[in-house]
């Protein structure tokens, strides 16, 4: 088995100081140095205690030999595109994230900036925290098994104003949503 510690870690911009001090008891960046070159073994408590500060499911810190990932081969800044040293695994939507339930949106047809075929990825949010979403496009569930989807652009004690995409169209008022999702990933298909 392979462990993809410093891929993720990479991915989420965290250092080596970061992650260990995120850990629960921190130890320190030595320690997850080793784990991620294999100089040390990963246990189990190893794994929930370095998953758990990753925010991510224990199992994706570790893969099989035998398991192909779609890697990362350049990266697109304002001058074009550009080789990475070195390739690394893509993360899937299910790994970018903590425990945090997550649900999907099909767009069926075109609505403002969405075309038919996209998929948007959510994190599911308590309605408390939905300050954190203002200017966000969200998901909010409505009596009756019926949702409101836009940008969220009001939220007074417990009301959120959804303002739906595409041109034209009026606020719409949720009271007391069960919860939140908020967009966190396109996939488009080409």
Do not use: H
């Not at 088995?1 to 001090?21: C, S, V, Y």
């Not at 205690?49 to 199992?59: D, K, S, W």
């Amino acid at each position: 088995m392979i462990n993809r510690i410093r891929d993720i870690r990479r991915e989420k911009k965290l250092t080596l100081a970061d992650l260990a001090a995120a850990c629960d008891p921190p130890t320190t960046p030595q320690t997850i140095g080793r784990l991620e070159t294999g100089m040390r073994n990963l246990s189990i408590r190893w794994m929930e205690r370095i998953a758990n500060a990753l925010g991510v499911e224990p199992e994706t810190l570790v893969r099989s030999d035998a398991s192909t990932r779609a890697q990362i081969v350049a990266s697109l800044g304002g001058s074009g595109p550009e080789a990475l040293a070195s390739t690394r695994d893509a993360l899937l939507p299910t790994e970018l994230g903590g425990g945090d339930l997550r649900v999907v949106l099909a767009i069926e047809s075109s609505a403002g900036e969405y075309r038919a075929g996209d998929q948007l990825w959510l994190r599911q949010i308590a309605p408390k925290d939905a300050a954190q979403a203002i200017n966000r496009d969200v998901l909010v569930p409505r009596k009756g098994g019926r949702f409101a989807f836009g940008r969220l652009i009001d939220r007074q004690g417990g009301r959120v104003g959804v303002l739906p995409v595409g041109a034209g169209q009026k606020q719409q008022v949720v009271e007391d949503p069960a919860w939140i999702a908020v967009a966190e990933m396109l996939v488009r298909p080409l």
